[in-house]
């Protein structure tokens, strides 16, 4: 049954012809290769790229839904900023007992080395998607936080053109929020955080390179934003501070809204033996005369094992109910949590904690008996690496499948996108719908045969 | 502007250039080698050494294909072999890739005409297009190119980024007018006697490689001398493609770069040695003397050359692959 409020959208879409469909389907994906919306495909020959997959129909979200949604996401955000300057600062939390030490200190992404920095700004996580899912009852529950390098946006954007150039009636009726500010927002709120006057302040994105899957985002939002892009050999440090090789001299940068890997930001602090980085830039970082978005160690706050925490740290930080709901998680460093989990390991789905992109997963109820065997095995060598969670159904929206031509239930999730400037969190309106194109599938992510949808968020009705 | 940055819009800008001026170059030669007086090879072989890749055809392919084949060979060789670095295939995919990696600087809609020239070149269109219709295929090329260029003067900020890419077709541009015209000189002083309309059609032909057919015949009447050619080409001020016109918008471009009142910044060097090419050029052209022609292209050559070098030791400030084949 469609949700109450998009029958008319659908009895609009449902108009047009299937060969129609195929032909807007078709426009659309030219479109997209001709622009150069693509991503490279990894460990392929150098230089293939391929249209992210794109479903012409829009998901929507009701306003009512948006609203509430919104202010979880917001709550969210605020308290894992308040957990990261803890963590990295007084460690109440720990010593409070709230979430065990062992597992805070003991992540592979917890940076003792920056223990005790303020970074310029105050702001930790100023970039993030949180991933959302639907669940039977209709309500969004978190299913992961990424406070690291969330990517993704541009496709939001990109979604957006395509929907709107192809429907336009359909769009313009059904009184859609617009994204398209997020790049002048993700500006302010960068050049909120710089060392210096904002007004004065250089900021750039650092990119890992051309060659790198996600560089047409990093492109697109420099170019919307109108600033830079650099690489990290554009970049040195001298009496700690950064600047960037320009063809008039050296040229001082405040903010770096770095889309690169923590290991290879600084080769001095990660990597010895890398040559990739700029050297000294954890130094700069930490005398705060630049700053970096987000800021080095935020992955702490997103390990899948810290996950089933955040709605305490919501209660111990804020002294409020967590408007959002999680996944039921199981912490395989704890006894009583593993001992389930090995019991229940075919009913269970299990993640490996710091992989991402559907990586090092299990999925118990489509597992074969020597995959179930092989994670009980790891499990019990790395506990700490571990977590599961029972298999959650994902709410379906209606998706054009080409093959068969005509349009099929498939299962979805949803990335929202908040920023964070030195006045608190802003939740753009819209996010990426990502969709499990293959029938049956529950993985959505673009290496395993995931694309996209453009999200609609209805406005409230005056 | 960030040093990289700046080297990948010079590049951008000139294997635009080479892309253009090598279909160009190839429809001309096209349609010089119909004329049933003239040699296959005579009209062939100066492309591949006019591209520098003489040496390596030759080895690859002998010398001595025969007449009926050389045509052939040399069009497969300069336009879809991906192994030949001068091929158009190449220089697209070498444009193209320069454009992705400033895709921050330049407008949607160059990128956009760009990467569909690229992606076309690369479909089964193109390769059709190239066996059925090949002069069409070589004129798409050309538009394209064209396309590009005027795209990049009416949607870009006129600012660095742009000078840089100009600076980089109008070197490209000088250096390949000079090349072209050195090998066509060379080959027709060697031949003594050659008939008079024989001569002619090879002088049009290389008019045309320049596209300068047209603004030629509004500068000079009568007949069509090789001197009279050579010279126009060399040092008409007001031809977009001449040397002169070439080595001194570069110069402007330059002095954008680099304003001539800021001695502080880097590109001292590379200052001093255009600024005496584009005078020395120009002193040729008042002179108005023949004199030796073979050293003046070459000298051209080479100074664009050390020019180029320079821009990647004091701008551009790595030592890229790009940068290693502008020192070569």
């Known amino acids: ?462 | 502007m960030i040093s990289r940055v700046a080297e990948n819009c010079f590049w951008f800008g000139r294997y635009l250039e080479r892309t253009e001026a090598t279909a160009r170059l190839m429809y001309v030669t096209r349609n010089l080698s119909m004329d049933a007086e003239l040699e296959p090879r005579q009209c062939w072989l100066p492309v591949v050494i006019v591209c520098g890749e003489e040496p390596r055809f030759t080895a690859r392919f002998g010398a001595d294909l025969p007449n009926e084949k050389i045509g052939e060979f040399v069009e497969a060789y300069m336009s879809f072999d991906t192994d030949n670095d001068s091929s158009i295939i190449s220089s697209v995919a070498a444009a193209r890739e320069n454009a992705r990696s400033i895709r921050e600087v330049i407008s949607l809609e160059v990128w956009e005409a760009v990467n569909e020239m690229y992606l076309w070149l690369g479909s089964d269109l193109a390769k059709s297009e190239y066996r059925n219709a090949r002069h069409s295929f070589y004129k798409r090329l050309r538009q394209g190119c064209q396309l590009i260029s005027g795209l990049l003067r009416s949607t870009m900020l006129h600012e660095l980024p742009l000078n840089f890419i100009w600076l980089g077709m109008l070197l490209e541009r000088g250096s390949q007018t000079a090349r072209v015209v050195d090998v066509h000189h060379h080959a027709l002083m060697l031949r003594e006697r050659t008939h008079q309309v024989i001569e002619a059609a090879l002088w049009l032909s290389l008019l045309r490689v320049c596209s300068a057919y047209e603004p030629f015949t509004k500068r000079n009447r009568g007949r069509v001398t090789g001197d009279a050619v050579a010279q126009f080409l060399i040092s008409e001020p007001l031809f977009p493609k001449s040397i002169a016109y070439c080595v001194h918008e570069a110069w402007c471009r330059f002095l954008v770069i680099r304003p001539a009142d800021q001695p502080d910044l880097p590109g001292e060097q590379t200052q001093v040695r255009l600024h005496a090419l584009d005078r020395w050029v120009s002193d040729h052209a008042a002179q108005g003397a023949a004199g030796d022609i073979h050293h003046l292209l070459t000298h051209v050559v080479d100074e664009i050359a050390v020019i180029c070098a320079g821009l990647g030791r004091e701008l551009f400030g790595a030592t890229t692959s790009q940068a290693m084949e502008s020192a070569q």
């Open chain 1, 1 to 462: 049954m469609p949700r109450a409020g998009f029958q008319r959208v659908l009895t609009e879409l449902g108009a047009s012809t299937a060969d129609e469909f195929a032909k807007c389907q078709a426009l659309a994906e030219m479109a997209m290769m001709n622009q150069g919306v693509t991503f490279s495909v990894y460990a392929d020959n150098r230089g293939t790229e391929k249209v992210f997959p794109f479903d012409l129909v829009p998901r929507i979200v009701a306003a009512r839904d948006w609203v509430a949604l919104e202010r979880g996401l917001a709550q969210r955000v605020v308290a894992l900023g308040h957990f990261l300057d803890d963590v990295y600062g007084p460690q109440k939390i720990l010593r409070d007992g709230i979430i065990p030490r062992e597992l805070v200190l003991g992540a592979q992404q917890y940076l003792p080395l920056i223990h005790g920095v303020k970074p310029a700004g105050g702001v930790r996580v100023h970039i993030s998607g949180i991933d959302l899912i639907r669940d039977p009852e209709g309500a969004f529950r978190v299913l992961e936080d990424n406070v690291r390098t969330p990517s993704g946006v541009s496709y939001v954007m990109e979604n957006r053109l395509a929907t709107k150039r192809i429907f336009p009636r359909l769009f313009e009726q059904a009184s859609v929020h617009r994204v398209d500010h997020y790049p002048s927002q993700l500006g302010e709120t960068l050049r909120s955080v710089s060392p210096r006057d904002p007004d004065q302040s250089t900021v750039v994105v650092l990119t890992p390179g051309s060659y790198n899957s996600a560089y047409f985002e990093h492109s697109f939002l420099a170019r919307q934003m109108g600033i830079e892009l650099v690489e990290a050999p554009d970049l040195f440090v001298d009496d700690d501070r950064v600047f960037m090789r320009t063809t008039r001299g050296p040229k001082q940068v405040d903010v770096i809204y770095r889309r690169t890997d923590e290991a290879f930001l600084d080769p001095e602090v990660f990597r010895p033996d890398s040559m990739l980085g700029v050297p000294g830039l954890m130094r700069a970082w930490a005398k705060g005369t630049v700053t970096l978005a987000n800021a080095p160690g935020n992955g702490v706050a997103d390990d899948k094992a810290i996950y089933p925490f955040v709605p305490d740290m919501i209660t111990y930080y804020l002294g409020e109910t967590p408007l959002l709901g999680q996944v039921p998680t199981y912490v395989c460093l704890r006894d009583s949590d593993r001992d389930y989990v090995l019991d229940h390991l075919s009913e269970l789905v299990v993640k490996a904690v710091d992989e991402s992109g559907g990586n090092g997963m299990l999925m118990g109820p489509q597992a074969s008996k020597a995959q179930i065997e092989e994670f009980r095995q790891r499990i019990i060598a790395d506990p700490r690496k571990y977590i599961a969670q029972p298999r959650i159904e994902l709410s379906t929206c209606p998706t054009w499948d080409g093959e068969n031509r005509c349009m099929e239930p498939r299962r979805v999730d949803l990335r929202p996108y908040v920023l964070t400037s030195r006045d608190g969190p802003w939740v753009l309106p819209g996010g990426l719908t990502r969709v499990a194109l293959v029938h049956g599938s529950y993985v959505v992510n673009s290496s395993q045969g995931g694309g996209s949808k453009d999200t609609w968020v209805q406005k409230e009705v005056a």
